[in-house]
């Protein structure tokens, strides 16, 4: 089974604009070399738990000015300042648009997934196969 899933970690503030659909865009300094169609998305501190898995529906690399425009046209979320501060330093970065949002409940302790000794990605990481297997059968796919 290839990865088609990957962990990101998203700030709570950022998280509930996506669960909103206010924020249609994940931006990112970094992204994948293989296909990814899945995210599952992992809010930090304080709240520490899995709490949606969307469809990656395009990825888009640019320019922070290219993504800004982007941002304005698709719904980032985020002010010009906020995106240009995060990409700060990259003439190339990431834009993820998702759909179909599928919030988990009240949200799932990671050790569900990845067991004990969870530690939350910087950027990103995809998912092993056992992982995508056990996502699975917690999302009902």
């Not at 395009?58 to 240009?84: D, E, H, V, Y």
């Not at 179909?100 to 092993?128: E, H, I, T």
């Amino acid at each position: 089974m290839q990865n088609k899933t990957s962990l990101i970690s998203i700030h709570p503030e950022h998280v509930a604009k996506s669960l909103s659909g206010e924020k249609r865009l994940e931006f990112r300094r970094v992204w994948a070399t293989r296909p990814l169609n899945r995210l599952l998305i992992y809010s930090t501190t304080p709240t520490q738990l899995l709490v949606a898995v969307a469809n990656i529906k395009q990825t888009m690399a640019g320019s922070p000015n290219a993504l800004w425009t982007l941002s304005q046209k698709t719904g980032g979320g985020i002010t010009r300042q906020q995106l240009f501060d995060y990409l700060d330093g990259k003439q190339t970065a990431f834009a993820l648009e998702l759909s179909k949002v599928n919030v988990l409940g009240d949200g799932l302790p990671p050790s569900l997934v990845f067991g004990r000794g969870f530690r939350a990605p910087q950027s990103f990481r995809y998912l092993r196969e056992n992982e995508e297997i056990k996502l699975n059968q917690l999302v009902g796919k």
